[in-house]
């Protein structure tokens, strides 16, 4: 936390302006790591989802192959 020099009496405390700042701008930047994280989850659980549901239809249709074959 950065103190200023020329600080009053009445500005001393925790509830200075300066400090609201830099709790605002503090919960700003989490802000916008967190939306980024999540950003990323969700594509990365798609991707997921997408190349197990490609997995499934490749056994399925291998498995069709293998009954039409023995057929």
Not at 49 to 60: F, Y
Request: charged letters at 20%; proline letters at 0%; a positive charge.
């Amino acid at each position: 936390m950065k103190y200023l020099q020329s600080t009053t009496v009445l500005e001393r405390g925790i509830l200075t302006s300066s400090y609201k700042k830099e709790i605002k701008n503090s919960i700003a930047r989490e802000k916008g790591k967190s939306i980024s994280k999540i950003k990323s989850f969700v594509f990365n659980h798609q991707t997921r989802q997408e190349s197990q549901t490609a997995v499934i239809l490749q056994v399925s249709l291998f498995v069709i192959a293998l009954v039409m074959i023995s057929i």
